[in-house]
């Protein structure tokens, strides 16, 4: 039987799970504090309208019609857990209802931030070639194996978005006495300015960096506008990593940039995942390769879990949530990420 004296919490985070992202403590609270209904995502239209109707938060990410919606009149705040918000539910009645649609995306930034460094500064050393050269005897010596290398330190550097991800980045590059510009239409100069970074056109960071950081979202206007052209623009030897989404990025010309020699590059996201065993980018050399792991550590799937217990907190005492990113109506909509399909 159902306790009425307690929130009712419907949980459909698919593809994570409860016991991903709430460490056993927070799960037990989570537990005792709530009335909780695990389901999934597909499951939610065919509850039963005195349960539709109680739930006051939903853990997930499933798609909503407006119908369902309309039946859950005791809703407070839907928690993103996937990471990207997506256009999947009518965001306008939402946000017309007072409803809260928040994501725990940021607790990425800092290990993907973390990842994005060790990229660049492999590819600025070579480090993972000079290490299989050495595993088959082909090692070079000295100055002899740094023929391509370069500093990291006081280099040029660009970031394409300037999002959570973005401002870890350069807090993590401030070390290195970088120079940064960054391009982002969705940020005023002075925000950028007040995080160390010059405000610059897209081609400013293209043809002016030496590593340039790929951490933009993927949107209703930017997929795949970085194409063979902007390529072409960089400095010739520079660097280019992804970080954010393939589909900011036109894959094959990026592929065909690489192989001509012109760039170097690095990704942790492919066009699609798992990718194909025949893939060209499997084997091309000047691209290190990463299998969309830079975020999927356990100690970032456990602070969405607090992060999400905090605010719910909050919002039983009549207060907003805080630690949560809020989805913005005049964005949210353009959102065009894919989902997650795994951890």
């Known amino acids: 039987m159902s306790d009425r004296s307690r929130p009712l919490v419907l949980s459909a985070p698919r593809p ?10 927070a799960l037990a609270r989570l537990r005792a504090e709530n009335e909780v209904i695990e389901v999934e995502p597909e499951e ?22 407006l119908q369902t919606l309309e039946a859950m009149v005791s809703l407070r705040c839907i928690f993103n857990v996937e990471g990207n918000l997506l256009d999947n539910m009518p965001y306008e009645h939402l946000f017309g209802r007072g409803v809260h649609v928040v ?24 480090i993972t070639d000079a290490d299989l050269a050495f595993r088959e005897g082909r090692e070079l010596w000295g100055a002899e194996g740094n023929g391509s290398a370069r500093l990291l330190s006081g280099a040029d550097i660009g970031f394409i978005g300037f999002g959570d991800l973005g401002k870890a980045l350069n807090r993590l590059l401030a070390g290195f006495r970088a120079r940064a510009k960054a391009f982002d239409p969705w940020l005023p100069p002075s925000v950028l300015r007040e995080s160390g970074v010059e405000p610059a056109t897209l081609d400013e960071v293209l043809s002016g960096s030496d590593v340039v950081f790929v951490v933009a979202s993927v949107t209703s206007e930017n997929q795949g506008f970085l194409d063979a052209g902007s390529f072409a623009r960089m400095r010739q030897g520079a660097a280019l990593i992804l970080l954010s989404r ?19 590059a690095a990704s942790d996201v492919f066009p699609e995942e798992p990718l194909a065993l025949d893939h060209p980018v499997r084997r091309l050399p000047g691209f290190l390769r990463s299998a969309h792991r830079a975020g999927a550590l356990d100690i970032a799937f456990k602070r969405m879990g607090d992060m999400v217990l ?4 909050l919002m039983d005492r009549g207060l907003p949530p805080m630690r949560c990113k809020r989805a913005e109506r005049e964005t949210v909509s353009r959102m065009r990420s894919k989902p997650v399909e795994r951890n």
């Open 44 to 65: 939610i239209a065919a509850l039963a309208p005195d349960i539709l109707g109680r739930v006051r938060y939903l853990i997930g990410q499933p798609a909503l019609s």
């Open 16 to 25: 994570r799970t409860l016991e991903l992202i709430l460490a056993p403590g």
């Open 310 to 313: 905090e605010d719910m907190a």
């Open 246 to 264: 393939a589909g900011v990025v036109d894959f094959p010309d990026l592929i065909d940039a690489v192989r001509s020699g012109h760039i170097v």
């Open 103 to 126: 994501t725990t995306s940021q607790v990425f930034a800092e290990p993907v931030a973390e990842i994005g460094l060790a990229l660049a500064l492999d590819l600025a050393r070579g």
